[in-house]
């Protein structure tokens, strides 16, 4: 068994040993994923005489205008969304799943002892292909799930949310493994899991009232360590050996 409060503990005692650490990772993963996207629009101003001669030419020639150029503009913009969105796609897909199993394996250190910055290259260097695949078809099933029914695709994220973890601690496991290890952890403890979660509320209001800046100093790596400690708890609690966890699919 475990408690909000020992959890708590345990990741504050962890962020004594690698605060400014900590805050580092915390800022380079969020400029990571505040950078997977963007847009930007133009606007053109017509401005018109003062008789009305020459407002009758400008909507005129504005007419004329949108009927010869629009369609083809048009066709340009919607391209050029799908490409960005098939880049930021990519982008997510290959750069930031492996970061995120690099995280998980930097904030597990951390509440081990000591955690490295380098370690966010932990999903580049180990198993590569299966961290990619793994996240994305967790995001998949999750929006599936959501999809759905809102109720089981909120179930389906607390279940699924050990994966990260276990892709950094166990090289070896496969996805089918991470999945299985991930739900039998979870099994019982998923709205713990969540209350713990909302007991971050206050913390969050006075990031809010802060703009942040409690948020990127203090709370959001607090959370994460606490994220982690949850994870070592219910590690301890489940002790399997990747091998010996059947191989099952979702």
Request: charged share 15%.
């Amino acid at each position: 068994m475990w408690t909000r409060r020992e959890l708590k503990e345990q990741a504050k005692d962890a962020l004594k040993r690698n605060y400014w650490k900590a805050v580092l990772v915390t800022v380079l993963f969020g400029a990571l994923l505040g950078g997977t996207g963007g847009a930007a629009t133009a606007g053109v101003a017509v401005s018109s005489g003062s008789g009305s001669s020459d407002t009758g030419s400008a909507w005129a020639f504005i007419g004329g205008f949108l009927h010869e150029y629009f369609p083809g503009l048009l066709t340009t913009l919607i391209i050029l969304a799908v490409v960005l969105v098939i880049l930021s796609l990519a982008v997510s897909i290959l750069l930031l799943n492996p970061v995120n199993v690099g995280f998980s394996y930097f904030r597990v250190n951390a509440l081990r002892g000591t955690g490295n910055v380098g370690d966010l290259g932990r999903g580049f260097d180990a198993a590569y292909k299966r961290n990619v695949g793994t996240l994305l078809l967790q995001a998949v099933y999750t929006f599936l799930w959501t999809c759905l029914l809102i109720v089981p695709g909120f179930i389906k994220a607390y279940e699924y949310c050990m994966i990260p973890y276990l892709l950094a601690d166990h090289p070896e496991m496969t996805r089918q493994e991470a999945f299985a290890t991930s739900k039998a952890m979870m099994k019982g403890n998923k709205w713990k899991a969540f209350v713990l979660d909302l007991s971050f509320i206050p913390w969050d209001i006075l990031s809010a009232l802060t703009l942040g800046i409690v948020s990127v100093f203090y709370v959001a790596p607090y959370r994460q360590l606490t994220a982690a400690a949850l994870y070592e708890k219910l590690k301890a609690q489940n002790e399997v050996p990747a091998a010996e966890v059947p191989a099952q699919g979702e």
